[in-house]
C-alpha cells in the first residue's frame, strides 16, 4: 500500500479549459485495461516539456523532441503496457505512426502530436493497435477526463496520481490540473515517469519554457525510488490561454511567481506521489540539506544518502544503523568536505556532530523515530547557505519482488 497518499477523486481534479481527455481498452499488451489515452488541446495551446536524459531514450522520447521544437502541439497520445524503448528504427515507425493515426483522426498535422510510452523496454509496440483505440479515446473526449486518464497511464502504480489548484493571477482564476505514473525506476533526469499538467493560463512560450524546467527541478527532479534513470521519462506543462488573464510575458512579474508556485505545488504532489507509491514502500523520507557551498552538493548528498541500499534497507528494518547514512555523505563526490562540520539528525534527533556519533545520542531515541511511516533526515553540512531537498522511500522484500515479477 502507499505510504499515507489518498488517490485523487473525479471531483478533485478540476477540468481546465482547452483541455479534453479520453481513454480505451486498447490491448496493447494485456487485456480488459485501460492502456490508451488521448489528450485534446485547444488551438493556441503552448507545450513546453523535459525529457530523459537516458541515451537510450525511447523512441517517443525522440518524436517529442522533434515535435516539440516546431511547436503548435495540439495533441498527446499515451500508452502504457509498452515502453517502445530499445526498439530501433522500427520502435520510431511505431511512435510516428502513433502520430500520424491521432493527426488523422483530429484533423491536425502529425507534427502537431505528441507521442508517450511507457511499460516493458525492447518489446516492439503494436502501433496498429494503437491505429484502432484511438476512436475510441475520441469518442470519449471530455474536460472531466482528468481522472480516467490518471487511471489509464498506470503501470506498476498501485493508485492513481493527480492533484489541482485554483489560484488568482491578475485578478482572474486560474486552474492548474495534473497526473502522473511512476512507483519504480525512478531517479532524476528525470524520473520514470509520465507527469503531464495543464493550467489555462496565458503564458509566452518562452517563459513556459523556462517554467517547466524550474517547476522539474523543484520537483520531479528530487525524487529518487531506486536510482534507475528510465528510458521514457517526460513532464510536460501545457497552457491554453483560455483563463483571459493578460499574458505573462516577465519572469520577474508577481503573476510569474503566482502562477510558478501553483504549477510546483502540484508537480511536487504528482512527484511525492510516486515515491509514496514507490514499489513495495512502506515509509517516506524527506532529506533535507542545508549548511552547502551550492545547492547542487546539497542534492548530492541528499541523492548519496537516498541512493543508497544499505540506508534504504535499514530504513525499512527500523534499525538505527546511522553510520550507513555518515557513509553516503562522505560519498557524495564533495572532495573538501570537513566532516567535523557535518551535523546529522533523524527526526528531531542529533545523531552526529564533530565526525562522529554526537555525546547525547541513544540507541533508543535513532530506533523510535525510525519506526514512523514518515521519516525526516536532516544533514547540515556547515560550509555556506545553500540548501536542497531529496524524497525517496525505503526499500523492502516487496521491491525484489515486484520487480522479479514484473513481465509475468
Same mark, same amino acid.
Given at each position: 500500500?502507499?505510504?499515507?497518499?489518498?488517490?485523487?477523486?473525479?471531483?478533485s481534479?478540476?477540468p481546465?479549459?482547452?483541455?479534453r481527455?479520453?481513454?480505451t481498452?486498447?490491448?496493447?499488451?494485456k487485456?480488459?485495461?485501460?492502456?490508451?489515452t488521448?489528450?485534446?488541446l485547444?488551438?493556441?495551446?503552448?507545450?513546453a516539456?523535459?525529457?530523459? @536524459?537516458n541515451r537510450?531514450c525511447a523512441?517517443p522520447?525522440?518524436?517529442?523532441r522533434?515535435?516539440?521544437?516546431?511547436g503548435?502541439?495540439?495533441?498527446l497520445?499515451?500508452?502504457?503496457?509498452?515502453a517502445?524503448?530499445g526498439?530501433g528504427?522500427?520502435?520510431l515507425a511505431a511512435?510516428n505512426?502513433?502520430?500520424a493515426?491521432a493527426?488523422q483522426l483530429l484533423?491536425v498535422?502529425?507534427? @502537431?502530436v505528441l507521442p508517450f510510452s511507457?511499460?516493458?523496454i525492447?518489446?516492439?509496440?503494436?502501433?496498429?493497435?494503437?491505429?484502432?483505440?484511438?476512436?475510441?479515446?475520441?469518442?470519449?473526449?471530455?474536460?472531466?477526463?482528468?481522472?480516467?486518464?490518471?487511471?489509464?497511464?498506470? $503501470?506498476?502504480?498501485t493508485?492513481?496520481?493527480?492533484?489541482?489548484?485554483?489560484?488568482?493571477?491578475?485578478g482572474?482564476?486560474?486552474?492548474?490540473t495534473?497526473? !502522473?505514473?511512476?512507483?519504480g525506476m525512478?531517479?532524476p533526469?528525470?524520473?520514470?515517469?509520465?507527469g503531464?499538467v495543464?493550467?489555462?493560463?496565458a503564458?509566452s512560450?518562452p517563459?513556459l519554457?523556462?517554467l517547466?524546467?524550474?517547476?522539474a527541478?523543484?520537483?520531479?527532479n528530487?525524487?529518487?525510488?531506486?536510482?534507475?534513470? !528510465?528510458?521514457?521519462d !517526460?513532464f510536460?506543462?501545457?497552457? $491554453?490561454g483560455?483563463?483571459?488573464?493578460?499574458?505573462? $510575458?516577465?519572469?520577474?512579474?508577481?503573476?510569474?511567481?503566482?502562477?510558478?508556485?501553483?504549477?510546483t505545488?502540484?508537480?511536487?504532489q504528482?512527484? @511525492?506521489a510516486?515515491v509514496?507509491?514507490?514499489?513495495?514502500?512502506?515509509k517516506?523520507i524527506e532529506?533535507a540539506?542545508?549548511?552547502?557551498?551550492t545547492?547542487?552538493?546539497?542534492?548530492a548528498?541528499?541523492?548519496?544518502?537516498?541512493?543508497?541500499?544499505?540506508?534504504?534497507?535499514a530504513?525499512?528494518?527500523?534499525d538505527?544503523?546511522?553510520?550507513?547514512?555518515l557513509?553516503?555523505i562522505?560519498?557524495?563526490g564533495?572532495?573538501?568536505?570537513?566532516?567535523?562540520k557535518v551535523?546529522l539528525?533523524?527526526g528531531?534527533?542529533?545523531?552526529?556532530?564533530?565526525?562522529?556519533?554526537?555525546?547525547?545520542?541513544?540507541e533508543?531515541d535513532?530506533?523510535?523515530?525510525?519506526?514512523?511511516a514518515e521519516?525526516?533526515?536532516?544533514?547540515?553540512?556547515g560550509r555556506g547557505?545553500?540548501?536542497g531537498?531529496?524524497w525517496t522511500?525505503?526499500?523492502?522484500?516487496?521491491?525484489v519482488?515486484?520487480?522479479?515479477?514484473?513481465?509475468s
Open positions: 500500500m502507499p505510504v499515507n497518499l489518498a488517490p485523487p477523486t473525479a471531483e481534479l478540476h481546465v479549459a482547452g483541455v481527455l479520453g481513454v481498452e486498447a490491448g496493447i499488451r487485456a480488459n485495461r485501460r492502456d490508451l488521448l489528450i485534446e485547444a488551438p493556441g495551446s503552448r507545450v516539456g523535459v525529457l530523459t @536524459q537510450y523512441a522520447v525522440q518524436v517529442c522533434q515535435h516539440l521544437a516546431s503548435d502541439i495540439r495533441a497520445v499515451i500508452n502504457t503496457g509498452i517502445n524503448a526498439t528504427e522500427p520502435g511512435a505512426a502513433t502520430c493515426a493527426a484533423g498535422d502529425a507534427a @502537431q511507457t511499460g516493458v525492447m518489446e516492439p509496440l503494436p502501433a496498429e493497435r494503437i491505429a484502432a483505440g484511438l476512436p475510441g479515446c475520441r469518442a470519449a473526449l471530455k474536460a472531466d477526463g482528468w481522472f480516467d486518464a490518471a487511471h489509464a497511464i498506470m $503501470t506498476t502504480d493508485v492513481a496520481k493527480g492533484a489541482s489548484q485554483k489560484v488568482g493571477v491578475g482572474t482564476a486560474v486552474t492548474v495534473g497526473i !502522473s505514473k511512476g512507483a525512478i531517479k533526469n528525470m524520473a520514470t515517469m509520465l503531464f495543464a493550467t489555462d493560463a503564458i512560450q517563459l519554457e523556462r517547466v524546467k524550474e517547476v527541478d523543484e520537483s520531479f528530487c525524487v529518487t525510488v531506486d536510482g534507475d534513470t !528510465s528510458t521514457n !517526460s510536460v506543462l501545457i497552457a $491554453t483560455q483563463a483571459g488573464n493578460a499574458e505573462i $510575458t516577465d519572469a520577474a512579474a508577481a503573476d510569474y511567481a503566482t502562477l510558478r508556485d501553483a504549477v505545488t502540484v508537480a511536487r504528482l512527484a @511525492q510516486i509514496r507509491d514507490g514499489e513495495g514502500a512502506t517516506f532529506i540539506v542545508s549548511g552547502g557551498a545547492k547542487e552538493e546539497c542534492k548528498v541528499g541523492y548519496a544518502i537516498a541512493h543508497s541500499p544499505l540506508v534504504k534497507t530504513f525499512f528494518a527500523s538505527p544503523n546511522l553510520g550507513r547514512i557513509g553516503a562522505g560519498n557524495a564533495i572532495g573538501d568536505l570537513d566532516v567535523e551535523k539528525w533523524l528531531d534527533v542529533l545523531v552526529s556532530e564533530n565526525g562522529g556519533r554526537a555525546a547525547s545520542y541513544q533508543e535513532g530506533a523510535r523515530v525510525m519506526k514512523p521519516i525526516t533526515v536532516r544533514v547540515d553540512l547557505a545553500a540548501q531537498k531529496v522511500c525505503d526499500f523492502s522484500y516487496d521491491y519482488k515486484i520487480n522479479a515479477d514484473y513481465r
